[in-house]
């Protein structure tokens, strides 16, 4: 689901916290990628170039979550309305329970002190 080029200068990251339901489990993969192209995928298309999606599997690792959602997002209020429009679909809490949610912005303390972030 992630197309866009991989410079984004995000203002926030948030990270969700996501359990795939009994519900989604029980649909056939080909109805679960249908589900995903018919309504997860245009509200990313709405939001190309100031929200983006980055979708971790961890089922193989944890058994509290199965997924990890990463979203990026060039500000705040992108980052808002991009949630409206994913509360309004059967994504958020009915297909997949948010167990909790993250936000951050990648090396703050840096910017805020105004030094060059660690790097690796």
């Known amino acids: 689901m992630d197309t866009q080029p991989a410079q ?8 969700f916290m996501v359990k795939t339901s009994p519900e989604w489990l029980g649909f056939s993969f080909d109805t679960r990628l249908a589900h995903a192209r018919e309504t997860f995928q245009p509200i990313l298309d709405e939001y190309k170039g ?3 999606l980055k979708w971790y599997d ?3 690792y944890t058994a509290k979550i199965s997924d990890i959602w990463m979203i990026e997002s060039k500000d705040h209020h992108s980052y808002q309305l991009f949630c409206e429009k994913l509360r309004e679909t059967p994504f958020w809490d009915r297909f997949f329970l948010v167990r909790d949610i993250f936000p951050g912005e990648l090396n703050a303390w840096a910017k805020n002190y ?5 790097q690796s």
């Open 8 to 15: 984004f200068d995000a203002a926030l990251t948030t990270f």
């Open 50 to 52: 100031r929200v983006r």
């Open 58 to 60: 961890v089922e193989f």
């Open 114 to 118: 105004q030094v060059d972030a660690l």
